[in-house]
């Protein structure tokens, strides 16, 4: 015999309905929900319930019986999986709201059936609720029979309704409109010259998942805490239902009740073209919306704004920035700032205008293999070759460097920057979820909410696999289906996780052999291999590279905090003269593209920096007054194979018959690996610096260098690869033509050293 029917009211600290529909529609479903609560009851249990603003409006009112017990000792949320018998009318409608919400989609928004759920239109009105004396952002936890305002919260959606007709075949276009205007942001928009260069200099560690700042301090390194004690900051940042600006652990805080205007990762985006191949495959892995913007860089859309990338690390720098000055109680206006050492030159660059934003004078980009290796070999006079394995959230650089006491000379270096930690927890999202699939033949991979919770809830069973050699998997009530509550509760062990990841450890040693080759260096040469980056803590890659290498990996330098201690280090010797000397190279060759879609190396990969080269070229037509090469970065004599930097132009050339208007065109490289193009007209002698122009389209491409259109794409992208990737559609290689014009020239270029 079921149990007497009780009564629970929730009683929420906001008055505003929209924010119930977001914080509950995790939890919401057609049949019925979960709700978080210590205080349990027996299956079979029937009850009513009854949710109440913090203005005494009853929100949502029904009746329904208890389906599903998640106790506290077994559950993370302790609650109950009720299913519904009856809702008011009312209550009917807001749930198809709520529903709507999830799916994004009309046509799959299911509709209820009165059959199934009864209403309770002319149920009684609510009895008047006192006003909680407390506000706050969260829903509340259900207290049986009570009016307490609850204090734990469950975790809710932040998506916003779609128009109904939304993923329909038939529904009529939308008009266009203009794009939204960008929020006001607590940027600089000024030139650098404005930026006072007083005060310390700080080291900061711009990561994909985390950054991380530090200072030197009586000789010694160390890391500036953040505004909440943790040594890291998330790199992370969204808006709130509000419209209130979120950086670093409130942004990652709110993630899950908000996916889609919270930005993470974005340090994989940055500095790339919007129609690259590499962004049009991974645009679809995030939660938030990628944009183009109106240079043709990727972009996001946060709370109905666009934003560019430079913008979102300059918001994290800006927070890094204030946590310094609060810190060291002066101000900061100077730093230098990490990237991978896989950074092409659009993504060094646009590592700079966004230090620029943050009111950041950027002293020196420097690699982060670099830098960890400083913060090695710091103070300790050793003469050793080691080899810097970085394996962080994003990105894998390897580098090796020759450290004799105080100057650090970089050998070689390579790496991918598509290759991260966040690709071992989609491995492991995907084994989940296929279970999942296999277990109830439901896809939960379109729903923006559940897919973070299982996010979240996976990427906390990985870190606990590199100290433990199983775990449990538990996300309650992730779904329901016929009435019942479903729960993801899978118990992960090592050996799973391992054999899921194993091609892309071996990814990272292959980088590591080929940096090793470019310098006929062997395995057993290196002295010590250092480990950076969160993931390098998993046991798997330990014993790799101790089979690999002969002996197991350094661990004496934290793999969160080496690389924010190498860039301080590097500051703090720009005030000591001699303290270090640093000598890095080309990660990357760089060169132009040829007829047919060749390349030509101008700069070759892991030569010493700074990097200078002249050549001399001429117009090939008479009256010609425009000159154009296109410049690419990469290994691969195909430019398809390549990464496109832009366009060099050189514009109003005087009148002249074909050859006698001539230039002489420097590529010039500095200690950070940032090009600069200058042309010199040996007729005037004026020298004038090149702006490579960076609009140019894949098919402008291949109309310049006259290639053929590439194969139809496929329907369906291509998961993210663990080899280095194409960042130009494919194309043909086909034999240069002869000719004038700008292919002409480029090919006269090449003749004239």
């Not at 019925?32 to 349990?40: A, C, D, I, S």
């Not at 999986?81 to 799916?103: K, N, P, V, Y």
């Not at 390349?599 to 990969?605: D, H, L, M, N």
């Amino acid at each position: 015999m079921s149990e007497e029917r009780i009564s629970i009211k929730i009683r929420l600290k906001y008055s505003d309905v929209s924010l119930f529909q977001r914080r509950f529609s995790p939890y919401m479903s057609q049949y019925g929900m979960f709700l978080p609560t210590r205080h349990l009851k027996n299956k079979g249990t029937p009850l009513f319930f009854e949710f109440f603003l913090a203005n005494n409006q009853r929100v949502f009112y029904g009746e329904g019986t208890v389906v599903q017990l998640y106790p506290p000792d077994r559950y993370p949320t302790a609650g109950l999986g009720i299913r519904f018998t009856a809702l008011d009318q009312r209550s009917q409608q807001l749930l198809m709201e709520i529903l709507a919400q999830q799916t994004q989609r009309s046509d799959l928004v299911p509709k209820l059936s009165p059959g199934v759920i009864q209403d309770l239109s002319d149920a009684a009105p609510a009895t008047q609720a006192p006003p909680p004396t407390a506000t706050g952002r969260q829903p509340a936890r259900a207290t049986a029979g009570t009016s307490k305002v609850p204090t734990q919260q469950p975790v809710a959606s932040s998506n916003t309704a779609q128009p109904w007709n939304v993923g329909k075949p038939n529904a009529p276009e939308t008009p266009a409109t203009p794009p939204p205007a960008a929020k006001e942001l607590p940027l600089f928009y000024g030139k650098e010259s404005e930026i006072e260069e007083t005060g310390p200099i700080i080291g900061i560690d711009l990561g994909t998942t985390n950054s991380c700042c530090a200072i030197v301090e009586g000789n010694k390194p160390h890391v500036i805490p953040s505004r909440y004690g943790y040594n890291t900051i998330p790199s992370i940042v969204a808006y709130d239902e509000r419209g209130n600006l979120l950086i670093g652990h409130p942004a990652k805080s709110q993630m899950m009740l908000n996916p889609h205007n919270t930005v993470y990762g974005s340090k994989r985006l940055v500095g790339r073209k919007y129609h690259s191949p590499i962004v049009q495959i991974i645009k679809n892995r995030f939660l938030y919306e990628i944009i183009e913007t109106e240079k043709g860089d990727s972009g996001v859309r946060i709370d109905q704004s666009n934003f560019t990338l430079q913008e979102v690390s300059a918001l994290i720098l800006t927070e890094i920035k204030e946590i310094a000055q609060s810190y060291l109680e002066q101000p900061i206006n100077r730093a230098v700032i990490s990237v991978p050492a896989y950074y092409n030159d659009n993504q060094r660059q646009a590592v700079r205008e966004a230090g620029l934003l943050a009111g950041l004078k950027v002293e020196r980009i420097v690699n982060e293999p670099t830098a960890a290796a400083l913060a090695y070999g710091f103070g300790r006079s050793l003469n050793q070759k080691l080899l810097v394995y970085d394996l962080g959230g994003g990105t894998f650089d390897a580098s090796v460097l020759q450290i004799h006491k105080d100057v650090y000379e970089v050998i070689s270096t390579g790496g991918n920057t598509f290759l991260g930690g966040v690709d071992f927890d989609s491995r492991l999202i995907d084994y989940v979820l296929d279970r999942f699939y296999e277990e109830h033949q439901i896809n939960l991979r379109h729903d923006a909410v559940k897919m973070q919770r299982i996010k979240d809830a996976v990427e906390k069973a990985k870190c606990d696999l590199s100290h433990e050699v199983k775990t449990d998997l538990i996300i309650p009530y992730i779904d329901l289906k016929d009435g019942v509550p479903l729960d993801i509760n899978l118990t992960l062990d090592r050996e799973v996780l391992n054999s899921l990841v194993q091609d892309l450890v071996e990814e990272t040693v292959r980088v590591c052999d080929a940096v090793l080759s470019a310098q006929n260096l062997k395995p057993q040469e290196i002295d010590e291999v250092i480990l950076v980056g969160g993931q390098t803590r998993m046991p798997l890659i330990h014993q790799r590279l101790t089979d690999h290498f002969g002996k197991p990996p350094h661990r004496n330098v934290h793999p969160d905090e080496a690389v924010a201690l190498g860039t301080a280090i590097l500051a703090y010797s720009f005030g000591q003269s001699g303290l270090i000397k640093l000598v890095d190279v080309l990660a990357m060759s760089i060169g132009i593209g040829l007829p047919g879609g060749r390349f030509k190396v101008i700069a070759p990969r892991n030569h010493k920096l700074p990097f200078e080269k002249s050549y001399t070229i001429s117009t090939t037509r008479d009256d010609q007054t425009e000159l154009e090469i296109v410049v690419f970065q990469g290994e691969s004599s195909n430019v398809a194979d390549n990464e496109y930097l832009g366009t060099m132009k050189l514009q109003n050339i005087q009148k002249a018959p074909r050859g006698k208007a001539k230039f002489d065109i420097t590529f010039h490289l500095n200690n950070e690996c940032i090009l600069k193009i200058t042309a010199k007209d040996l007729q005037t002698g004026l020298v004038k610096e090149l702006v490579l122009s960076t609009r140019d389209t894949p098919e402008d491409l291949r109309q310049k260098l006259e290639m053929p259109a590439p194969a139809p794409a496929e329907a369906v992208p291509p998961p993210i690869p663990t080899q280095p990737t194409s960042h130009i559609p494919p194309i043909e290689d086909t034999p240069a033509p002869s000719g004038g014009g700008v292919l002409g020239w480029i090919k006269k270029l090449l003749g004239r050293r």
